[in-house]
């Protein structure tokens, strides 16, 4: 505690608190979290590219009607590609905001990972 003498002189420091072990735990949470947000796109992309042989033979498709199909899902992922975009603009930004001081570097480089 500081003296009423320090306070007059305008000399009283701030006490930094530690950051506590369930904040961190909850900042690596939020980091990894944040992080998979780079993923949403490629699995997209990838998934639609091994179903295409099975929708083809359940909705027995021409393969002009599957071009189509997967040309409206490009369209599609136009979209989503805005979206993960902002995403991986966000992420860092929201992990630094809530990671604690001594490792906010640390989380904050986990998206580009």
Do not use: H, W
């Not at 992309?45 to 009607?65: T, W, Y």
Request: overall charge negative.
């Amino acid at each position: 505690m500081s003296s009423s003498a320090e306070v007059e002189k305008g000399v009283v420091t701030a006490e930094v608190e530690a950051p506590r072990g369930n904040r961190s735990r909850f900042a690596f949470a939020c980091a990894i979290l944040a992080s998979m947000t780079s993923i949403i796109l490629g699995y997209d992309s990838g998934v639609m590219s091994g179903a295409a042989i099975f929708i083809k033979e359940d909705l027995k498709l021409s393969d002009v009607q599957l071009e189509i199909l997967m040309g409206i899902l490009n369209i599609y992922s136009l979209v989503a590609g805005i979206g993960v975009g902002y995403a991986m603009m966000i992420a860092p930004v929201y992990t630094a905001d809530v990671a604690p001081a001594t490792s906010r570097g640390f989380l904050s480089s986990f998206p580009e990972v």
